[in-house]
T-cell receptor, first 111, second 113 residues
Framework: DAGVTQSPTHLIKTRGQQVTLRCSPK?????VSWYQQALGQGPQFIFQYYEEEERQRGNFPDRFSGHQFPNYSSELNVNALLLGDSALYLC??????????FGPGTRLTVT | RKEVEQDPGPFNVPEGATVAFNCTYS??????FFWYRQDCRKEPKLLMSVYSSGNEDGRFTAQLNRASQYISLLIRDSKLSDSATYLCVVNIMYYGTASKLTFGTGTRLQVTL
């Protein structure tokens, strides 16, 4: 049984560019949450998707947007990248509001 | 004030020692509680849920005090493999459908020979 998968593993982008990160949830899970983890900090909640809708959002600007597909997979899009967006981006899946399980993350570097 | 506060450590302990981590949270609407473990440059992994009655999983014991908004994790007989960062996490559920995990910054544990 595959766990949560994310792609790509690593990504290097330039300031001002746009990026799309992808996540496939664990089998049987219908809810996907995205988190940003800066070095030395705990993960910060970006948003959560359920039934293809964003149902809760953290304190992140509109440059961060997402999508959930009918197969429950999800994308995180970040526009107009800033140096401060460099971080580990984590996807977590759950069944409804149960315990969340994390994927290996995408490490984004903005230069 | 941070929503979830932890001592960042590091806690350096010898193998076999008992070590305790504490965490406080500020939002009284928090409804469920967890400890996650995170190894360097890896994703957080769920260690255990925390219940008001306290719960134990092998060498790990977690306690929750809702009145004091305080969570603890006790590790007995520490192993080298326990070296990691331990993240205290609270879950707030919204409007009956959404939920949001809030993480502390983590407490780093280093177990030595």
């Amino acid at each position: 049984d595959a766990g949560v998968t994310q792609s790509p593993t690593h990504l290097i982008k330039t300031r001002g560019q746009q990026v799309t990160l992808r996540c496939s949830p664990k089998s049987g899970h219908d809810t996907v949450s995205w988190y940003q983890q800066a070095l030395g900090q705990g993960p910060q909640f970006i948003f959560q998707y359920y039934e293809e809708e964003e149902r809760q959002r953290g304190n992140f600007p509109d440059r961060f947007s997402g999508h959930q597909f009918p197969n429950y997979s999800s994308e995180l899009n970040v526009n107009a990248l800033l140096l401060g967006d460099s971080a580990l981006y984590l996807c977590a899946s759950s069944f409804d509001r149960d315990e969340q399980y994390f994927g290996p993350g995408t490490r984004l570097t903005v230069t | 004030r941070k929503e979830v506060e932890q001592d960042p450590g590091p806690f350096n302990v010898p193998e076999g020692a008992t070590v305790a981590f504490n965490c406080t949270y500020s939002n009284s609407a928090s409804q469920s509680f967890f400890w996650y473990r995170q190894d360097c440059r890896k994703e957080p992994k769920l260690l255990m849920s925390v219940y008001s009655s306290g719960n134990e999983d092998g060498r790990f014991t977690a306690q929750l005090n809702r009145a004091s908004q305080y969570i603890s994790l006790l590790i007995r007989d520490s192993k080298l493999s326990d070296s990691a960062t331990y993240l205290c996490v609270v879950n707030i559920m919204y409007y009956g459908t959404a939920s949001k995990l809030t993480f502390g910054t983590g407490t780093r544990l280093q177990v030595t020979l």
